[in-house]
């Protein structure tokens, strides 16, 4: 299982490096990457491969009562990879299918590894330090220029990722 595990990941990781390397900066969420894509088809490949290769270990991961939460959760990250406009009319589901994939998750996360829900303490504390070292006075704007979402959706990754291996 740890191979699929791993394959998983550097799908994600590997999907998600190259787009940062073609941006040359972070983006605003892994879901904006889209946009960036000459061939649209390796956002839906990506999150659908990802949540498709991490299912069976996230099973495995699981006890017997939360293994209807990791699959709600893929059933998100496919619901994103079918539906990646979500500035026009896919907008909707894409939003949809990104808030099951993060709350089922962490709800996952939460009943078998509930300490790595303490790596978003990390994350509330990252922001707080950038906003303060950055501050203009505008709280919303400087929040936004953190590029927040992209860091929910790795942290949210990473727990996932953490649970199924340890």
Excluded at 64 to 92: A, D, R, Y
Excluded at 113 to 126: D, P, R, V
Aim: contains cysteine.
């Amino acid at each position: 299982m740890i191979t699929l595990v791993l394959l998983s990941f550097v799908l994600i990781a590997g999907y998600v490096y190259a787009m940062i390397k073609k941006g040359k900066e972070i983006p605003y969420s892994i879901s904006a990457t889209y946009y960036a894509l000459t061939h649209k088809f390796w956002f839906g490949l990506c999150m659908i491969g990802s949540g498709a290769f991490l299912l069976p270990a996230a099973f495995e991961a699981s006890s017997e009562n939360s293994q209807f939460l990791v699959f709600l959760s893929v059933i998100g990250m496919i619901v994103l990879g079918v539906s990646p406009n979500f500035k026009g009319s896919q907008k909707t589901t894409h939003c949809i299918g990104a808030a099951m994939s993060l709350i089922f998750s962490q709800i996952w996360v939460g009943c078998n590894s509930w300490y790595w829900l303490l790596l978003w303490a990390g994350f509330i504390a990252c922001m707080a330090i950038s906003m303060s070292e950055h501050w203009t006075g505008n709280f919303i704007s400087d929040f936004v220029k953190r590029k927040p979402m992209f860091w929910i959706e790795v942290i949210s990754l990473l727990t996932v990722y953490l649970t199924c291996i340890v």
